[in-house]
């Protein structure tokens, strides 16, 4: 019997065994070729970007850690790794762009002056990929970032640039929306906090509000870009005190009628993404969701299948709140391949959504209204060992990308040939 033989043969049985719980698995898998996961640029580069030849992180609380070897050292280089990790992972996916990602061609060219010809190249490869694109303008990484504050900074100059940078990425992922035909979701993060106690914890707060009023004051069509921002408990630098923490950007979401953002490396360690997400839908026409891995802290380690990764797509499963949520992925590891980093990661937020659709969720509930908690906490177990692998091989099968660590050997061979090259 061949390998894809067996792996039809696997998954009829598992069918079998989902439809006793009263699941359809090719139901499912339907739903699950609709979703799309935005892959984040900055895993292939270390967060270095193109402004300059020797681009590297300075200011903003933004580090990776690691030098292994072969990361994308030009945009064609980077856009050749995204291809490659794209073609492991079953379904059709975003990329999200950070502003620092623009082609120059040895120009030196502002951030407050930015504008769609910089990412020209960008929207044309994504449209011959029919995928959409994400932006973000990039606070971090720039002279006028050095001392943690850009948005809500004293200096009215220093905010003004920062302000018209915002302009200038809303503009651009206006833009991108409009060319690829799925609007483009522009994602303000701010690092702007102290290191210590502050004296005032209000007036960067009241400058961060009048601030972002300016930036979104222009109406742009939501059908093309939808504004989104950031919340974050600490950073690096910014230990004791955040000036964009998630209390403001709820408030500021809901008040102003944009995305709230919820990144889970951005919480105290001991809370739940999974449990915001029911709670936030209830006052926010629609959530961005930026999916990390933190230990100890954002670290921004590569996404695994934890059980917080399955409850976040439980949540989004049986609130039915796909068609609301912009699923993102936002970590960078510099310790070891950045392709497997990519295709290790988006597969997994991919695996979470095919195991959350899987679930016998009407029977589930039926308990839950009944009463016989026993009895629900008795099928959420056993519903733990039913074949969600089968159904996942199989999907990958059809979706023609490798099954298993199969792909694993083609980030091998790609590194062999392409990445150990690359000085």
Not at 58 to 76: E, L, V, W
Not at 139 to 157: C, I, M, Q, V, W
Request: proline share 3%; hydrophobic share 40%; glycine share 8%.
């Amino acid at each position: 019997m061949s390998k894809n033989a067996k792996i039809t043969e696997s998954y009829r049985i598992a069918r079998s065994r989902y439809a006793d719980m009263g699941v359809d698995t090719e139901k499912a898998i339907s739903k699950l070729k609709k979703v799309a996961v935005s892959l984040h640029c900055w895993q292939g580069d270390d967060v270095g970007g193109f402004e300059t030849a020797d681009s590297e992180l300075s200011g903003g609380g933004i580090q990776a850690t690691g030098n292994y070897p072969g990361k994308a050292r030009t945009p064609d280089q980077l856009r050749a790794d995204l291809d490659k990790a794209l073609s492991l992972i079953p379904g059709k996916h975003r990329l999200n762009l950070h502003a620092i990602y623009g082609e120059f061609d040895g120009k030196k060219v502002e951030r407050d002056e930015l504008t769609v010809k910089q990412f020209a190249r960008w929207i044309d490869w994504a449209k011959s990929r029919k995928m959409g694109m994400d932006f973000n303008p990039s606070y971090f990484s720039h002279p006028k970032a050095a001392d943690g504050f850009t948005l809500s900074h004293a200096d009215k100059n220093i905010r003004k640039f920062w302000i018209d940078h915002g302009k200038a990425c809303r503009k651009i992922g206006a833009e991108i929306g409009k060319a690829l035909g799925s609007p483009c979701v522009t994602n303000v993060w701010i690092p702007d906090g102290y290191k210590d106690v502050p004296a005032d914890r209000k007036a960067p707060r009241e400058r961060l509000r009048d601030a972002l009023d300016q930036m979104f004051r222009e109406k742009l069509d939501k059908k093309y870009n939808l504004d989104a921002v950031e919340s974050k408990l600490f950073g690096i630098g910014s230990e004791s005190y955040v000036v964009g923490s998630h209390e403001f950007y709820m408030g500021y979401a809901v008040s102003r009628d944009v995305l709230l953002c919820l990144d889970t490396g951005h919480f105290h360690p001991t809370e739940m993404v999974s449990d915001k997400i029911s709670s936030t839908l209830m006052f926010v026409d629609e959530v961005l969701l930026h999916v990390s891995r933190g230990i100890r802290w954002d670290s921004d380690h590569v996404v695994v299948l934890s059980d917080e990764l399955k409850a976040i797509a439980e949540e989004l499963v049986r609130g039915d709140y796909l068609d609301r949520v912009h699923i993102g992925l936002d970590f960078f590891d510099a310790s070891i391949n950045r392709i497997a980093a990519w295709v290790i990661g988006t597969r997994n937020m991919v695996k979470a959504l095919l195991i959350a659709m899987l679930e016998p969720s009407a029977i589930l509930r039926k308990m839950e209204l009944d009463g016989d908690l026993s009895s629900r906490l008795a099928l959420q177990e056993e519903s733990k060992t039913l074949p969600f692998a089968a159904v996942w091989d199989y999907y990958c099968m059809n979706q023609d990308v490798p099954m298993g660590m199969a792909w694993m050997d083609e980030v091998k061979t790609y590194e062999k040939k392409v990445l150990s090259k690359r000085s």
